[in-house]
């Protein structure tokens, strides 16, 4: 249900408030922003193209509020989630990363797929074009 806030003594910022009635049970979804627009098939069909979801990714206390984010985006007529940020700040990327600028590592680089893993520690900046190979694995 979408919700304000009651008005502050001092003018401030605009706030959009998603609201949940009870306190969230694990895996439960807390609010959800969906991006929509009209269905060119089919006029006042909307439908989705875009989608961010709050989930709790613990039963909620008076301490415990852990919350992770799913972002999803629709590539022709299915929906798949392209980025979670999860409740202690780590982000995985669910297809490939593109970076158009500089990358600072401030601690390793940690190879965890198939073949060999294994943990890279960078102590000086890298500079390498952008096809060439900085490290091989």
Not at 2 to 17: N, Y
Not at 57 to 77: H, I, M, P, Q, R
């Amino acid at each position: 249900a979408f919700s304000t806030a009651t008005a502050p003594a001092v003018p401030s910022a605009a706030e959009l408030l998603l609201r949940r009635d009870n306190g969230p049970s694990i895996n439960n979804q807390i609010g959800k922003i969906q991006f929509q627009a009209e269905n060119p098939a089919s006029s006042n069909n909307w439908v989705a193209g875009a989608q961010i979801i709050a989930t709790a990714a613990a039963t909620w206390s008076g301490t415990v509020k852990d919350t992770k984010l799913d972002f999803y985006t629709f590539e022709g007529n299915a929906s798949s989630n392209r980025l979670t940020i999860q409740a202690n700040g780590d982000a995985r990327f669910y297809e490939n990363v593109e970076i158009d600028g500089n990358l600072t590592v401030d601690g390793n680089i940690i190879h965890g797929g198939t073949g060999n893993g294994g943990t890279y520690n960078f102590s000086d900046t890298v500079n390498a074009s952008s096809n060439e190979n900085i490290f091989s694995i």
